[in-house]
């Protein structure tokens, strides 16, 4: 059972999670993406973004920490794995995909500072 304290350290982090999606989202759409999904689960994973520009597919890793150094260390192997699993779901559940460029981007927001936007961030497992 968690304590109300540890309640509402989880409930923060989700708020401070959730803005950190919609903040990165915002940057994308100023580089000319346009939103196709948030926060989908699949396969045991989750992918916090998926957006298209032209003939790209990017399944977009949010990742906030408290410094932007701390943010590009925060996807592991275990985490790729996971987003891999769901993205291979996601796209065996639409297959107008299948005919587009598919990559793993990443978003980074470190502090007060904006969004840093990783192009092919890491392979896409099993694709």
């Known amino acids: 059972m968690r304590t109300p304290e540890a309640t509402r350290r989880r409930a923060a982090t989700e708020r401070r999670g959730r803005r950190a999606e919609w903040l990165a989202l915002a940057a994308l759409m100023l580089k000319g993406y346009r939103p196709l999904a948030m926060r989908v689960a699949a396969a045991g994973g989750?992918?916090?973004l998926i957006v298209r520009r032209g003939d790209t597919i990017a399944f977009v890793e949010v990742k906030a920490r408290a410094t932007l150094?701390?943010?590009?260390g925060a996807i592991g192997r275990v985490k790729?794995?996971?987003f891999s699993r769901a993205v291979r779901a996601w796209v065996s559940r639409n297959p107008f995909a299948a005919a587009l460029?598919?990559?793993?981007?990443a978003v980074f927001i470190g502090g007060?500072?904006?969004p840093v936007h990783l192009v092919d961030?890491?392979?896409i497992e099993g694709l």
């Open 121 to 123: 961030a890491f392979p």
């Open 101 to 105: 460029t598919l990559r793993a981007d």
């Open 80 to 82: 790729r794995q996971r």
């Open 112 to 114: 007060r500072g904006w």
């Open 69 to 72: 150094v701390e943010a590009q």
């Open 46 to 48: 989750e992918i916090d």
